[in-house]
Nanobody
Framework: QVQLVESGGGLVQPGGSLRLSCLGS????????MNWVRQAPGKGLEWVAT???????QYVDSVKGRFTVSRDDRSNTLELQMTNLRPEDTAVYYC?????????RGQGTLVTVGS
């Protein structure tokens, strides 16, 4: 049974940083492209970043230079280092196994950027 457990969210002031983690189990982690997606209040799902063993990393334009995605296939962990956070980054963040729109995802972790 596929399980994805996100952690690390919280309340942070604009300009602050957070590090999100996702622990995967129930599948061979190293074989899959892994994604971070987010859903802001009242909005649809938005792709944020991808970590692929063959093709490296990709980011949506709005987070380039601020977010860094990484994966550790030995510990089945996907991480998202977020810096210089903005109010518009407020969302529930999910890690997704495989295709970002349709793949398995966890319960999410809430990131709130505000004072």
């Amino acid at each position: 049974q596929v399980q994805l457990v996100e952690s690390g969210g919280g309340l942070v002031q604009p300009g602050g940083s957070l590090r999100l983690s996702c622990l995967g189990s129930g599948f061979t982690f190293k074989l899959f492209t892994m994604n971070w997606v987010r859903q802001a209040p009242g909005k649809g799902l938005e792709w944020v970043a991808t970590a692929d063993r063959s093709f490296g990393t990709q980011y949506v334009d709005s987070v380039k230079g601020r977010f860094t995605v990484s994966r550790d296939d030995r510990s089945n962990t996907l991480e998202l280092q977020m810096t210089n956070l903005r109010p518009e980054d407020t969302a529930v963040y999910y890690c997704v196994k495989g295709a970002w729109k349709t793949g398995d995802r966890g319960q999410g972790t809430l990131v709130t950027v505000g004072s």
